[in-house]
């Protein structure tokens, strides 16, 4: 990954991503690889259960060409119970400081909807928070991020992972979610939020049908001048359409990002980074 200095606040919101004191390009997709830090994650080879096992997975993400580690110690598949925000906490911390450690340079994302297990991580030494709940949530998650000034990946969900997919009626899904990404946004800004990614929540609050139909609208959300991540790794909405198991969706996987990737996705969330990273050799 290319970084440069920090020297101007003003810069295109589309291209480029300010962590810290540093600026990654986003004109040449990267890729976020996915690490579950609990037995309860959908596909069971992104879990990692103790520190051998999460240095190797990160190695091995890293050296396939992650540009982030994406590290989440709750399941938000549909109908996930919640997990204890002391033992979620814990568990973050406890990865975030051996990576660090281990890849000082390797940028570390949150996947967290809490602001306590966000405060926590980041002084811990990680570099962006991945909230599945925009907010929604804990009131006070988007003021920890705004303290802190790292990027917040603003995803869209209705209700939480156990109720979700009981709220997926849309008078016009496309136009409901802009509305909800652009109130979103500007509350963000609010609270000091500076960097903003937006994940359409594919798999979340929405249907087999709908999940297709956003994909194939995606180029619509570039309205927002917003850098585009999308996560189908693995997901039902793959398995369920070529009637396989999650461990069998690894091409379909590819196929569905290559296709975000053409329609302006500048960020691609994956359990499998190898066959990632041949899709951006191939293409761009």
Do not use: W
């Amino acid at each position: 990954m290319q970084y440069s200095r920090v020297e101007d606040n003003h810069f295109p919101a589309n291209s480029l991503l300010r962590v810290k004191e540093k600026l990654v390009d986003l004109s040449q997709p990267k890729i976020m690889g996915i690490i579950n830090l609990t037995d309860d994650s959908f596909h069971s080879e992104s879990r990692v259960l103790d520190d051998k096992s999460l240095i190797n997975k990160a190695l091995q993400q890293i050296e396939e060409g992650a540009d982030f580690i994406d590290i989440g110690a709750q399941s938000s598949r549909p109908g996930a119970p919640k997990v204890d925000e002391k033992l979620e906490a814990k568990k973050i911390e406890q990865a975030v400081l051996l990576l660090k450690k281990e890849f000082p340079n390797t940028l570390i994302s949150i996947d967290t909807y809490r602001s306590t297990v966000a405060k926590i991580a980041l002084d811990s030494g990680a570099d962006l928070i991945n909230d599945i709940s925009g907010g929604n949530l804990d009131k006070e998650l988007l003021k920890v991020v705004g303290s802190y000034s790292v990027p917040y990946i603003l995803m869209h969900m209705r209700d939480t992972p156990e109720t979700m997919q009981k709220n997926t009626h849309y008078e016009n899904i496309l136009m409901e979610m802009m509305v909800y990404f652009s109130k979103k946004i500007e509350e963000a800004k609010a609270f000091g939020i500076k960097d903003i990614i937006i994940d359409p929540g594919f798999g979340f609050s929405k249907t087999l049908e709908q999940n297709f139909e956003v994909l194939d609208k995606l180029n619509h959300f570039k309205i927002l001048e917003k850098p585009i991540m999308v996560g189908f790794s693995r997901k039902s909405m793959i398995y369920n359409r070529l009637l396989c198991s999650p461990e069998n969706a690894l091409n379909g996987t590819t196929i569905l990002n290559t296709k975000a990737l053409l329609s302006g996705a500048k960020l691609i969330r994956v359990h499998d980074v190898k066959e990632a990273k041949e899709i951006l050799q191939l293409i761009f």
